[in-house]
């Protein structure tokens, strides 16, 4: 995380906070001045549809439905894209 664009080194906290330590595959476009960091989902332990909640809470992400918070739950993957000059 130490050479990632402040973007990334930002989330640190919610990487730990949510078992988020091994990224699995980064895609960077150039074009677009933006990185994606992509997670195995289920790390450490499995996600709730409330860790899911909280997760879209903190990222500050509207709900979706009940029935797409249980596929999220689900999911294997999760990932995130950083724009390099955010913060």
Do not use: R
């Not at 990487?15 to 960077?28: H, R």
Request: aromatic share 18%.
């Amino acid at each position: 995380i130490e050479q990632s664009p402040s973007s990334i080194k930002n989330y640190k906290d919610f990487f730990l906070k949510y078992s988020l330590f091994n990224i699995y595959c980064i895609g960077v476009d150039f074009s677009s001045n933006s990185t994606n960091l992509y997670f195995m989902f289920h790390e450490e332990t499995s996600k709730s549809k409330e860790d899911i909640k909280n997760i879209l809470n903190e990222l500050e992400f509207e709900y979706p439905s009940e029935e797409i918070i249980s596929i999220c739950a689900h999911a294997s993957a999760f990932s995130i894209t950083f724009n390099w000059d955010s913060n």
